[in-house]
């Protein structure tokens, strides 16, 4: 396994560091379901996610807990052992796949430690709301586009040998 792309790491740990961060200064700081105003559209909301993405089967009975926590268990070695194996000039994958690491892990933190991930960031138009979410799925959005965009070529200056 190669291990030069392995450097990236740091990217993740940021991800976790600022992810945890942020839901640590939440839940001393407000009351769950406590709502702050900070701009039109967007309002810090504190909810707990026992579910995955928009809730899903966050009334499931508890069992989902612990299927997400293996769940991001499973795609974190996946995506760290892909990660290694990466060549030197797939940076643009790099970042992405590193960034998809850190919130996988930032969420995981939470469904271990209690059960629920923190949410709290809450865009909204008119009386409508997006679902809550947090900086860790901030992170894996933003990796996931990245790994979009270089699937589509860009950040690949690297040219095919024919």
Same mark, same amino acid.
């Given at each position: 396994?190669?291990?030069?792309?392995?450097?990236?790491?740091?990217?993740?740990?940021?991800?976790?560091?600022? @992810?945890?961060?942020?839901?640590?200064?939440? !839940?001393?700081?407000?009351?769950?379901?406590?709502?702050?105003?900070?701009?039109?559209?967007?309002?810090?909301?504190?909810?707990?996610?026992?579910?995955?993405?928009?809730?899903?089967?966050?009334?499931?009975?508890?069992?989902?807990?612990?299927?997400?926590?293996?769940?991001?268990?499973?795609?974190?070695?996946?995506?760290?052992?892909?990660?290694?194996?990466?060549?030197?000039?797939?940076?643009?994958?790099?970042?992405?796949?590193?960034?998809?690491?850190?919130?996988?892990?930032?969420?995981?933190? @939470?469904?271990?430690?209690?059960?629920?991930?923190? @949410?709290?960031?809450?865009?909204?138009?008119?009386?409508?709301?997006?679902?809550?979410?947090?900086?860790? @799925?901030?992170?894996?959005?933003?990796?996931?586009?990245?790994?979009?965009?270089?699937?589509?070529?860009?950040?690949?200056?690297?040219? !095919? !040998?024919?």
């Amino acid at each position: 396994m190669r291990s030069s792309m392995l450097k990236w790491l740091w990217l993740s740990l940021l991800a976790i560091v600022l @992810d945890q961060a942020s839901k640590l200064s939440v !839940d001393n700081s407000m009351q769950l379901y406590e709502s702050i105003p900070l701009m039109p559209y967007f309002n810090l909301t504190y909810v707990h996610n026992t579910g995955a993405a928009f809730s899903f089967l966050s009334e499931a009975g508890g069992w989902q807990r612990w299927f997400f926590a293996i769940l991001a268990l499973v795609i974190s070695a996946v995506l760290s052992v892909w990660l290694a194996r990466l060549q030197k000039h797939e940076t643009l994958l790099a970042v992405a796949l590193s960034l998809i690491l850190g919130g996988a892990i930032g969420n995981l933190i @939470d469904r271990l430690a209690y059960g629920y991930v923190i @949410d709290f960031l809450d865009v909204y138009y008119n009386s409508q709301h997006w679902p809550a979410f947090n900086i860790a @799925d901030s992170a894996i959005t933003l990796g996931v586009m990245l790994m979009l965009a270089e699937s589509f070529g860009l950040g690949n200056s690297r040219l !095919d !040998d024919k």
